[in-house]
Antibody
Framework: QVQLKQSGGGVVQPGKSLRLSCAAS????????MLWVRQAPGKGLEWVAF????????YYADSVKGRFTISRDNSKKTLYLQMNSLRVEDTAVYYC?????????????WGQGTLVTVSS | EIVMTQSPATLSVSPGERATLSCRAS??????LAWYQQKPGQAPRLLMY???TRATGIPARFSGSGSGTEFTLTISSLQSEDFALYYC??????????FGPGTKVDIK
């Protein structure tokens, strides 16, 4: 069955860096686009970044552009989110999600979420 | 950037009643609209895509309609497990996978 297992969250000081990982299994990872979405405490869903199935296309929300980098290693079936220059307002639960196809634009499986807390 | 709005913010419904949720896009998204359900402490779950196609395993009491800028998610007869948050998401503009702010369906 499809599984997206996330890791890498935690508490970090403002200005520091953190890398999130999302290990995929149960589907052909290299054939699907992937998305990172976050949810601040008590707030709605905010998309963060998208990467195409082969990594050739990447899109970022304005709120993270220039600070966050999405990447993937298809040989390891793993998605990453490198977060630099973290701000207090980046505090959220971060989810990875699988595109239904290589480029459908909607997301049929989600990871369990990982909490990132940015605080001094 | 396409802005998504949802109404109402909260919908109070009795079990067995119909719930109608609205989603509006600031510009046309044709039928590139998905709906997700989220329960407390859980990840979102895909309900609907293409505005009106149910995702795998979604009960028939969920239906979607609309195109262009106006969309509706209808739950025909609310079950206890349907009380949750519902988000719409556009995927017409691939530069921004924007979500609406959500509608909370709670028990009346």
């Amino acid at each position: 069955q499809v599984q997206l297992k996330q890791s890498g969250g935690g508490v970090v000081q403002p200005g520091k860096s953190l890398r999130l990982s999302c290990a995929a299994s149960g589907f052909i990872f290299s054939s699907h686009g992937m998305l990172w979405v976050r949810q601040a405490p008590g707030k709605g869903l905010e998309w963060v970044a998208f990467i195409s199935f082969d990594g050739s296309e990447k899109y970022y929300a304005d709120s993270v552009k220039g600070r966050f980098t999405i990447s993937r290693d298809n040989s390891k079936k793993t998605l990453y989110l490198q977060m630099n220059s973290l701000r207090v307002e980046d505090t959220a639960v971060y989810y990875c999600a699988k595109d239904e196809t290589d480029s459908s634009g909607f997301f049929d499986y989600w990871g369990q979420g990982t909490l990132v807390t940015v605080s001094s | 950037e396409i802005v998504m709005t949802q109404s109402p913010a909260t919908l109070s419904v009795s079990p067995g009643e119909r719930a109608t949720l609205s989603c509006r896009a600031s510009q046309t998204v044709t039928n590139s609209l998905a709906w997700y359900q989220q329960k407390p402490g859980q990840a979102p779950r895909l309900l609907m895509y293409g505005a009106s196609t149910r995702a795998t395993g979604i009960p028939a009491r969920f239906s979607g309609s609309g195109s262009g800028t106006e969309f509706t998610l209808t739950i025909s007869s609310l079950q206890s497990e349907d009380f949750a948050l519902y988000y719409c998401q556009q995927y017409y503009d691939w530069r921004f996978f924007t979500f609406g702010p959500g509608t909370k369906v709670d028990i009346k």
